[in-house]
Every structure is written in C-alpha cells, then in structure tokens.
C-alpha cells in the first residue's frame, strides 16, 4: 500500500511539472509570436540609422571627434540589427538544416546572453577556433543546445566574480567540440551521474523543471554527436559537445 501511495504521489509530482512546462511552453509561444512583430519594428528605424550613419562617413570636412562617434553608432546599430534577426530566425518553427559556423553559433548565443552574464558579474572568456569547418547541421536546434549550457552555467554562478569559458576546437578528423567551462559551486559526483535524466535538477524549488539537459542531450544524440559532463578541480562544472562534421 506504501509503494502504491508513494508511486501515485511521484505521478501526482510529474502530472503537475508537466502542467507547468506546458502552461510555461504555451506562455512562451504567445511571447514569442508578439516579439517578432516588436523584432519587426525594431529594424526599421535600425536600417534607417544605419544607413544614416554610412552617409555621415562618407562626409567631406566632418571632425574627426564626430566621425569616431558615429562610427561607433554605425557598428552598435549594425550588431543590434544582427543580433534581431537572428532571433527572427532562431524563432522560427521551420527546419534549419544547412552548412553551420560553429563559431557564429556560439557567438550568436553569447551575445544574446550578454545582458545575463553582466547582470551576474559573469566574466565571458572566448576561445574559437576560427579554422573549424562548417557542419552540417540545424542551426537552430544547436542554438538551442548552447542556450540551455550556457544558461545553466550563469545560473550556478550566482555570485559576483564568476567566469565562463566557451572554447571550439577540432576533435579528430572528423568532427568538432563545443566546450562551456565555469567556476560556479560545481555538482556532487552522484548529481553528475543523472544530470541527464528526465526530471533531475540540481537548482532550487522553482527555478528549474529537470527537462533542459535531458532535452539537449536528446538534441545532440540527434545529431550524432556526443554531450560529457565532468567537475572542474577547484569547483565548477565542464560540458563538452561533440559533432560531427556531416
């Protein structure tokens, strides 16, 4: 009778973290198609600030003063302008299979999570490989993979002072290595051995449902490749995704 009880109230626990990740997926959808028309209307007045911009530079007699500064307003516009419709892209429920930059991913995501990481006092470090081959992939799944790592590892890192490392390399002849390294608390030895298990979560009551690495290491498995989990020595926690090339 015990173990009947104790099973109907684990269903009881899973029925309504499902519930919940349902109603949060269905908050998150609705957010999602209102932000694409507020991506929308931001790059207008972007294009026209950008293209304003250029014809400043290209200006006779402008003081050099002026032209560092709008030069300055050119590159931030045109890195917001990137930056929107990428999320246009990452947003969109169509499949995305095609020759993928390891390294613009990853900058991709870095850059959206910018705010995050200075928010937390996060110190972003970049290690890419700039001589990586393109794979053949969807971009916008492993976007999603690098989202859910690299969010975990800010969220570990709840104190001023942590650092995260995104290194690319190659791994063999054939395929590529993503690596996310940071300094946060770290996790148990037994929490790594399930880290990828549906529902397992090392965050506190509420901040976490235990689907996002199971998710991402389906994701990756998906795609062929591999995710290892490893504890840093000193604290913090490594995850390493690998790929192949096709």
């Known amino acids: 009778m015990k173990d009947s009880a104790a099973r109907h109230s684990k ?30 209307e931001l790059n207008a007045p972007l294009s026209v600030i950008i293209s304003a911009s250029q014809m400043i530079l290209r200006e006779e007699g402008v003081p050099e003063a002026v032209l560092e500064m709008v030069d300055r307003i050119n ?27 390891l390294n613009l991913t990853a900058e991709f995501i870095l850059d959206f999570l ?44 709840e104190n001023d002072g942590g650092k995260l490392l995104v290194e690319t390399a190659a791994y063999g002849p054939d395929k590529v290595s993503v690596m996310i390294a940071d300094n946060g608390p770290g996790i148990t030895a037994d929490a790594i051995d399930r880290i990828f298990e549906r529902y397992f979560t ?8 235990g689907l996002g690495l199971f998710v991402t290491k389906n994701l990756v498995e998906n795609m062929g490749g591999e995710i290892k989990v490893a504890g840093r020595s000193g604290g913090g926690t490594t995850f390493t995704v690998i790929l192949p090339v096709k």
């Open 11 to 40: 269903d009881a626990i899973i029925s309504t973290d499902l519930l919940r990740q349902l109603a949060y997926n269905e908050k998150m959808a609705e957010l999602g198609k209102i932000s694409a028309g507020v991506v929308h």
């Open 75 to 101: 590159s931030e516009a045109q890195r917001l302008s990137h930056l929107t419709k990428g999320l246009l892209n990452f947003g969109s429920h169509d499949e995305t299979i095609g020759d993928v930059d």
């Open 114 to 157: 910018n705010f995050e990481a200075a928010r937390r006092g996060v110190l972003v470090l970049r290690q890419l490989d700039y001589t990586l081959p393109v794979i053949r992939t969807d971009a916008n799944l492993l976007k999603q993979i690098l989202l859910n790592i690299i969010m975990n590892a800010l969220q570990a890192m």
């Open 202 to 209: 090392t965050k506190k009551p509420g901040n976490g449902t």
